[in-house]
């Protein structure tokens, strides 16, 4: 089944950090663009973080420059997010993207909720 699976939402304290991992079944994430999403309540999907297939080049919404960083490892056809110093503001679904020039694949979602 071609599907990508995310894990490592959870509830965090303000100033903290989370990985979000995100694994592809069934095909090779290493063709593939990859980008991370999020949608707070009440708002539309966001773009937060987005690579290139080669993972030379990487873009960030300002919201989280300097704070998220997007990466992958091929070997484990797994690509991550970490979040650094985060924030209320941060609280939302996450979702990962793979997109390739044929097709594209999304996460089921994973909750990531800021709070004290």
């Known amino acids: 089944q071609l599907q990508l699976v995310e894990s490592g939402g959870g509830l965090v304290q303000p100033g903290g950090s989370l990985r979000l991992s995100c694994t592809a079944t069934?095909?090779?994430?290493?063709?593939?663009?990859m980008s991370w999403f999020r949608q707070a309540p009440g708002k539309g999907r966001e773009k937060v973080a987005c690579?290139?297939?080669?993972?030379?080049?990487?873009e960030y919404a300002d919201s989280v420059k300097g704070r998220f960083t997007i990466s992958r490892d091929n070997a484990k056809n797994t690509m991550y997010l970490q979040m650094n110093n985060l924030s209320p503001e941060d609280t939302a679904v996450y979702y990962c993207?793979?997109?390739?020039?044929?097709?594209?694949?999304w996460g089921q979602g994973t909750q990531v909720t800021v709070s004290s």
């Open positions: 993207n793979a997109q390739g020039q044929l097709d594209g694949y």
């Open positions: 069934g095909f090779t994430l290493e063709y593939y663009s």
């Open positions: 690579s290139n297939s080669r993972g030379d080049m990487t």
